[in-house]
Protein backbone atom coordinates (compact mmCIF):
# COMPACT_ATOMS: atom_id res chain seq x y z
CA UNK A 1 0.00 0.00 0.00
CA UNK A 2 1.84 3.23 -0.83
CA UNK A 3 2.01 5.90 1.69
CA UNK A 4 -0.03 8.25 -0.70
CA UNK A 5 -3.23 6.06 -0.42
CA UNK A 6 -5.12 8.36 -3.37
CA UNK A 7 -2.26 7.02 -6.06
CA UNK A 8 -2.60 3.94 -5.34
CA UNK A 9 -3.20 1.70 -8.67
CA UNK A 10 -6.51 1.97 -10.33
CA UNK A 11 -7.33 -1.77 -11.01
CA UNK A 12 -6.67 -2.49 -7.37
CA UNK A 13 -9.07 0.66 -6.15
CA UNK A 14 -11.76 -0.95 -8.23
CA UNK A 15 -11.38 -4.21 -7.08
CA UNK A 16 -11.37 -3.64 -3.87
CA UNK A 17 -14.19 -0.92 -3.73
CA UNK A 18 -16.88 -3.69 -5.82
CA UNK A 19 -16.00 -5.83 -2.36
CA UNK A 20 -16.39 -2.95 -0.15
CA UNK A 21 -19.83 -1.57 -2.22
CA UNK A 22 -18.22 1.73 -2.45
CA UNK A 23 -17.61 4.50 -4.95
CA UNK A 24 -13.91 3.99 -6.48
CA UNK A 25 -13.24 7.56 -5.74
CA UNK A 26 -13.72 7.73 -2.38
CA UNK A 27 -10.34 6.68 -1.81
CA UNK A 28 -9.91 10.15 -2.42
CA UNK A 29 -10.50 11.68 0.61
CA UNK A 30 -9.34 8.77 2.40
CA UNK A 31 -6.97 9.99 5.86
CA UNK A 32 -8.26 13.72 5.62
CA UNK A 33 -8.04 12.59 9.50
CA UNK A 34 -4.76 12.45 10.45
CA UNK A 35 -5.40 9.91 13.07
CA UNK A 36 -7.34 7.08 10.15
CA UNK A 37 -4.47 5.44 8.73
CA UNK A 38 -3.14 4.50 11.98
CA UNK A 39 -6.13 3.79 13.72
CA UNK A 40 -7.19 1.45 10.74
CA UNK A 41 -3.60 0.01 10.40
CA UNK A 42 -4.28 -1.11 14.51
CA UNK A 43 -7.52 -2.50 13.03
CA UNK A 44 -6.35 -4.64 10.50
CA UNK A 45 -3.24 -5.69 12.27
CA UNK A 46 -5.36 -7.13 15.34
CA UNK A 47 -7.83 -8.74 12.80
CA UNK A 48 -4.93 -10.47 11.20
CA UNK A 49 -3.55 -11.85 15.05
CA UNK A 50 -0.43 -9.28 14.66
CA UNK A 51 1.38 -6.92 17.09
CA UNK A 52 3.03 -4.00 16.32
CA UNK A 53 7.56 -4.23 16.94
CA UNK A 54 7.65 -3.01 20.76
CA UNK A 55 10.78 -3.63 22.94
CA UNK A 56 10.06 -7.28 23.59
CA UNK A 57 9.57 -7.88 19.90
CA UNK A 58 12.80 -5.99 19.23
CA UNK A 59 14.91 -7.87 21.63
CA UNK A 60 13.78 -11.25 20.41
CA UNK A 61 14.95 -10.21 17.24
CA UNK A 62 18.16 -8.90 17.63
CA UNK A 63 18.63 -12.89 19.88
CA UNK A 64 17.75 -14.44 16.54
CA UNK A 65 19.79 -12.41 14.93
CA UNK A 66 22.89 -13.14 17.07
CA UNK A 67 21.79 -16.73 16.50
CA UNK A 68 22.31 -16.34 12.62
CA UNK A 69 25.27 -14.06 13.08
CA UNK A 70 27.21 -16.79 14.83
CA UNK A 71 27.03 -19.11 11.31
CA UNK A 72 27.61 -16.40 9.26
CA UNK A 73 27.98 -12.90 8.81
CA UNK A 74 26.82 -11.89 5.64
CA UNK A 75 24.22 -9.00 5.94
CA UNK A 76 22.62 -10.24 2.68
CA UNK A 77 22.02 -13.64 3.81
CA UNK A 78 20.55 -11.69 7.68
CA UNK A 79 18.39 -9.42 5.96
CA UNK A 80 15.95 -11.70 4.61
CA UNK A 81 15.66 -14.36 7.65
CA UNK A 82 15.04 -11.19 9.84
CA UNK A 83 12.31 -9.88 8.17
CA UNK A 84 10.97 -14.05 7.97
CA UNK A 85 11.66 -14.29 11.09
CA UNK A 86 9.02 -11.12 11.92
CA UNK A 87 6.36 -12.49 9.60
CA UNK A 88 6.11 -16.06 11.32
CA UNK A 89 6.48 -13.86 14.66
CA UNK A 90 3.35 -12.11 13.16
CA UNK A 91 5.40 -8.75 14.30
CA UNK A 92 4.76 -5.43 11.99
CA UNK A 93 7.97 -4.78 10.50
CA UNK A 94 9.72 -1.62 11.49
CA UNK A 95 10.79 0.67 8.80
CA UNK A 96 14.04 -1.25 6.46
CA UNK A 97 16.53 0.95 8.09
CA UNK A 98 15.61 0.05 11.63
CA UNK A 99 15.91 -3.93 10.26
CA UNK A 100 19.55 -2.96 8.69
CA UNK A 101 20.52 -1.56 11.76
CA UNK A 102 20.03 -4.41 13.79
CA UNK A 103 21.91 -6.22 11.02
CA UNK A 104 24.90 -4.62 10.90
CA UNK A 105 25.22 -5.28 15.11
CA UNK A 106 27.36 -8.29 13.84
CA UNK A 107 30.38 -7.34 16.40
CA UNK A 108 27.65 -8.53 19.27
CA UNK A 109 28.77 -12.41 17.44
CA UNK A 110 32.20 -11.54 17.83
CA UNK A 111 31.78 -10.55 21.70
CA UNK A 112 29.75 -14.18 21.62
CA UNK A 113 32.21 -16.14 20.24
CA UNK A 114 34.92 -14.82 22.58
CA UNK A 115 32.23 -15.77 25.78
CA UNK A 116 31.97 -18.66 24.73
CA UNK A 117 35.31 -19.62 24.07
CA UNK A 118 36.92 -17.39 27.19
CA UNK A 119 37.88 -21.10 29.41
CA UNK A 120 40.25 -22.12 26.62
CA UNK A 121 42.15 -19.01 26.21
CA UNK A 122 44.71 -19.46 29.14
CA UNK A 123 47.96 -17.70 29.10
CA UNK A 124 49.78 -20.60 28.28
CA UNK A 125 47.25 -21.43 24.81
CA UNK A 126 47.04 -17.56 24.06
CA UNK A 127 50.70 -17.69 23.77
CA UNK A 128 51.15 -21.18 22.00
CA UNK A 129 48.28 -19.26 19.47
CA UNK A 130 50.45 -16.58 18.88
CA UNK A 131 53.41 -18.87 18.07
CA UNK A 132 51.71 -19.77 14.99
CA UNK A 133 51.82 -16.53 12.92
CA UNK A 134 56.00 -16.55 13.81
CA UNK A 135 58.46 -17.82 11.59
CA UNK A 136 59.75 -21.02 12.79
CA UNK A 137 63.52 -22.18 11.75
CA UNK A 138 62.75 -25.24 11.77
CA UNK A 139 60.22 -25.83 8.85
CA UNK A 140 61.56 -21.97 7.43
CA UNK A 141 57.47 -20.71 7.26
CA UNK A 142 55.09 -19.90 9.85
CA UNK A 143 52.96 -22.80 11.13
CA UNK A 144 49.62 -21.53 10.14
CA UNK A 145 51.20 -21.58 6.33
CA UNK A 146 52.65 -24.82 6.65
CA UNK A 147 49.51 -26.00 8.01
CA UNK A 148 47.75 -24.89 4.78
CA UNK A 149 49.51 -26.47 2.14
CA UNK A 150 47.92 -29.53 1.19
CA UNK A 151 49.33 -32.60 0.12
CA UNK A 152 50.68 -32.94 -3.12
CA UNK A 153 52.00 -36.73 -4.29
CA UNK A 154 50.79 -39.35 -2.08
CA UNK A 155 54.12 -40.93 -1.00
CA UNK A 156 56.14 -38.30 -0.47
CA UNK A 157 53.12 -36.36 1.31
CA UNK A 158 52.29 -39.31 3.99
CA UNK A 159 55.67 -38.41 6.11
CA UNK A 160 54.53 -34.16 5.94
CA UNK A 161 51.04 -34.89 6.80
CA UNK A 162 52.59 -37.38 9.67
CA UNK A 163 54.71 -34.32 10.42
CA UNK A 164 51.79 -32.08 10.74
CA UNK A 165 49.44 -34.33 12.91
CA UNK A 166 52.28 -35.21 15.01
CA UNK A 167 52.60 -31.51 15.47
CA UNK A 168 48.90 -30.97 16.51
CA UNK A 169 48.60 -33.76 18.64
CA UNK A 170 51.54 -31.74 20.45
CA UNK A 171 49.84 -29.09 20.91
CA UNK A 172 46.60 -30.74 21.72
CA UNK A 173 44.68 -29.92 19.13
CA UNK A 174 42.91 -33.01 18.61
CA UNK A 175 41.00 -32.45 21.90
CA UNK A 176 39.62 -29.03 21.26
CA UNK A 177 35.57 -30.04 21.15
CA UNK A 178 34.32 -27.08 20.92
CA UNK A 179 30.54 -27.51 20.90
CA UNK A 180 29.39 -24.37 22.18
CA UNK A 181 29.85 -23.05 18.71
CA UNK A 182 27.44 -23.64 16.05
CA UNK A 183 29.18 -25.88 13.10
CA UNK A 184 28.79 -23.27 10.20
CA UNK A 185 30.62 -20.72 12.70
CA UNK A 186 33.52 -22.99 13.51
CA UNK A 187 33.72 -23.31 9.52
CA UNK A 188 33.50 -19.83 8.97
CA UNK A 189 36.35 -18.77 11.55
CA UNK A 190 38.52 -21.80 9.95
CA UNK A 191 38.22 -19.83 6.45
CA UNK A 192 38.62 -16.92 8.00
CA UNK A 193 41.94 -18.04 9.48
CA UNK A 194 43.54 -19.78 5.77
CA UNK A 195 42.46 -16.76 4.36
CA UNK A 196 44.22 -14.29 6.04
CA UNK A 197 47.84 -13.84 6.03
CA UNK A 198 50.00 -13.99 9.72
CA UNK A 199 50.29 -10.67 9.51
CA UNK A 200 46.83 -10.09 8.97
CA UNK A 201 46.29 -12.11 12.14
CA UNK A 202 48.50 -10.45 14.17
CA UNK A 203 46.76 -7.02 14.00
CA UNK A 204 43.32 -8.40 14.16
CA UNK A 205 42.35 -8.14 18.06
CA UNK A 206 42.70 -10.43 20.63
CA UNK A 207 39.02 -11.10 20.63
CA UNK A 208 38.88 -12.00 17.14
CA UNK A 209 42.22 -12.97 16.72
CA UNK A 210 41.85 -16.02 19.60
CA UNK A 211 38.76 -17.51 18.29
CA UNK A 212 40.30 -17.80 14.83
CA UNK A 213 43.04 -19.47 15.46
CA UNK A 214 41.79 -21.96 18.13
CA UNK A 215 39.22 -23.13 15.48
CA UNK A 216 41.80 -23.28 12.80
CA UNK A 217 43.75 -25.29 15.13
CA UNK A 218 41.10 -27.70 15.57
CA UNK A 219 39.72 -27.70 12.08
CA UNK A 220 43.51 -28.37 10.71
CA UNK A 221 43.63 -31.36 13.45
CA UNK A 222 40.55 -33.03 11.40
CA UNK A 223 41.62 -32.56 8.18
CA UNK A 224 45.28 -33.69 8.86
CA UNK A 225 44.14 -36.78 10.19
CA UNK A 226 41.54 -37.26 7.27
CA UNK A 227 44.46 -36.53 5.00
CA UNK A 228 46.90 -38.95 6.54
CA UNK A 229 44.21 -41.88 6.45
CA UNK A 230 43.24 -40.81 2.53
CA UNK A 231 47.33 -40.72 1.54
CA UNK A 232 47.68 -44.07 3.75
CA UNK A 233 44.87 -45.72 1.93
CA UNK A 234 46.32 -44.49 -1.49
CA UNK A 235 49.89 -45.78 -0.63
CA UNK A 236 48.30 -49.12 0.30
CA UNK A 237 46.17 -48.99 -3.08
CA UNK A 238 48.98 -48.71 -5.19
CA UNK A 239 51.49 -50.98 -3.73
CA UNK A 240 48.66 -53.39 -3.55
CA UNK A 241 47.82 -52.76 -7.13
CA UNK A 242 51.71 -53.00 -7.76
CA UNK A 243 52.46 -56.13 -6.07
CA UNK A 244 49.05 -57.76 -8.41
CA UNK A 245 50.75 -56.50 -11.94
CA UNK A 246 53.96 -57.44 -10.44
CA UNK A 247 52.45 -61.73 -9.82
CA UNK A 248 50.87 -61.25 -12.92
CA UNK A 249 53.95 -61.41 -14.59
CA UNK A 250 55.56 -63.45 -12.99
CA UNK A 251 52.93 -65.99 -13.38
CA UNK A 252 52.99 -64.93 -17.12
CA UNK A 253 57.03 -65.86 -17.28
CA UNK A 254 56.49 -69.09 -15.57
CA UNK A 255 53.59 -70.30 -17.61
CA UNK A 256 55.96 -69.27 -20.75
CA UNK A 257 58.97 -70.58 -19.35
CA UNK A 258 56.80 -73.82 -18.80
CA UNK A 259 55.98 -74.18 -22.08
CA UNK A 260 59.75 -73.68 -23.63
CA UNK A 261 60.22 -76.43 -21.42
CA UNK A 262 57.60 -78.70 -22.75
CA UNK A 263 58.51 -78.23 -25.82
CA UNK A 264 61.82 -78.76 -25.41
CA UNK A 265 61.05 -82.10 -24.14
CA UNK A 266 59.05 -82.31 -27.22
CA UNK A 267 61.77 -82.46 -29.58
CA UNK A 268 63.98 -84.79 -27.14
CA UNK A 269 64.34 -88.62 -30.02
CA UNK A 270 65.87 -90.04 -26.09
CA UNK A 271 62.47 -88.58 -24.45
CA UNK A 272 60.31 -90.20 -27.27
CA UNK A 273 62.03 -93.69 -26.98
Not at 74 to 89: D, G, K, T
Not at 195 to 206: D, H, I
Not at 209 to 228: K, N
Amino acid sequence: MPDDVAAAHRVAVVRLAEQLRVDPDAIRSYGRRAKTRTQHLRLAAAYLGWRAPKTLELKELDEFLLARALEHESPLLLFRPACEYLISARVIRPAPVTVVERVARREEAWRETFDRLAHEFTEQRCTGLDSLSAVDPEIGMTRLRWLGQGPVEASPAVKAEVAKLTFLRGVDAHTLDLPVLPADRRRFLATVGRRLTSQALQRREPQRRYPILLTLLAQSATDVLDEVVQLFDQAVSARESKAVHKMRDALAERGKAGKDRLAAVGRDPGHRR
